[in-house]
């Protein structure tokens, strides 16, 4: 079964960090893209970021809400991605979602879509 | 930056069709996707690519992009199908949501 499992969410003060972890299991990691979405409390999703798979770089991307304080790495060997939040503010309280990118080559570009989400981790940014 | 517009609520009754827009600047040139989310779950993927459906999505849900408006079809609405819907779009390396569209199954 294919799984995605974050940890690591908590309550923490603002300026602070806090690092989260999604392990994978029932496909084969490294061969995706991994991403990270959060939910603030009653509001909608809000994309965070992304990392490629080696094969196509590794790179990552982010909102803009969030370069320069986040980043999003990955261990292959283990099968886990993570997201490690530096400077949090009080309005990076949400629900983190990991979830697995998959590709399709179109004409031009690369396209990738969200096709599995793990049941996430809360994060609370609060004195 | 790019902004994608979508209905707060959306009212449909069983059996019928319900139709959930999403509007951005030439949206038609992307390619969109849907994610429902039911109340205390994970978003689950709908449509992806405009219009294709991952395998264990059923037939009633569709997807159409043109223009500046991609369009998710829901035909034959059943109860379990109440839920927020949120589009999604790739713009300049960047994904970007919806607000998010409740669907009030009545």
């Given at each position: 079964?294919?799984?995605?499992?974050?940890?690591?969410?908590?309550?923490?003060?603002?300026?602070?960090?806090?690092?989260?972890?999604?392990?994978?299991?029932?496909?084969?990691?490294?061969?995706?893209?991994?991403?990270?979405?959060?939910?603030?409390?009653?509001?909608?999703?809000?994309?965070?970021?992304f990392?490629?798979?080696?094969?196509?770089?590794?790179?990552?991307?982010?909102?803009?809400?969030?370069?320069?304080?986040?980043?999003?790495?990955r261990?292959?060997?283990?099968?886990?991605?993570?997201?490690?939040?530096?400077?949090?503010?009080?309005?990076?309280?949400?629900?983190?979602?990991?979830?697995?990118?998959?590709?399709?080559?179109?004409?031009?570009?690369?396209?990738?879509?969200?096709?599995?989400?793990?049941?996430?981790?809360?994060?609370?940014?609060?004195? | 930056s790019?902004?994608?517009?979508?209905?707060?609520?959306?009212?449909?009754?069983?059996?019928?069709?319900?139709?959930?827009?999403?509007s951005?600047?030439?949206?038609?040139?992307?390619?969109?996707?849907?994610?429902?989310?039911?109340p205390?779950?994970?978003?689950?993927?709908?449509?992806?690519?405009?219009?294709?459906?991952?395998?264990?999505?059923?037939?009633?849900?569709?997807?159409?992009?043109?223009?500046?408006?991609?369009?998710?079809?829901?035909?034959?609405?059943?109860?379990?199908?109440?839920?927020?819907?949120?589009?999604?779009?790739?713009?300049?390396?960047?994904?970007v949501?919806?607000?998010?569209?409740k669907?009030?199954?009545?």
């Amino acid at each position: 079964e294919v799984q995605l499992v974050e940890s690591g969410g908590g309550l923490v003060q603002p300026g602070r960090s806090l690092r989260l972890s999604c392990t994978a299991s029932g496909f084969t990691f490294g061969d995706y893209a991994m991403s990270w979405v959060r939910q603030a409390p009653g509001k909608g999703l809000e994309w965070v970021g992304f990392i490629r798979s080696k094969a196509y770089g590794g790179t990552t991307e982010y909102a803009a809400s969030v370069k320069g304080r986040f980043t999003i790495s990955r261990d292959d060997s283990k099968s886990i991605a993570y997201l490690q939040m530096n400077s949090l503010k009080t309005e990076d309280t949400a629900v983190y979602y990991c979830t697995r990118d998959a590709l399709t080559v179109v004409p031009y570009y690369y396209y990738y879509y969200m096709d599995v989400w793990g049941k996430g981790t809360t994060v609370t940014v609060s004195s | 930056s790019y902004e994608l517009t979508q209905p707060p609520s959306v009212s449909v009754s069983p059996g019928q069709t319900a139709s959930i827009t999403c509007s951005g600047d030439k949206l038609g040139d992307k390619y969109a996707c849907w994610y429902q989310q039911k109340p205390g779950q994970s978003p689950v993927l709908v449509i992806y690519q405009d219009s294709k459906r991952p395998s264990g999505i059923p037939e009633r849900f569709s997807g159409s992009n043109s223009g500046n408006t991609a369009t998710l079809t829901i035909s034959g609405t059943q109860a379990m199908d109440e839920a927020d819907y949120y589009c999604q779009a790739w713009d300049s390396n960047r994904r970007v949501f919806g607000g998010g569209t409740k669907l009030t199954v009545l």
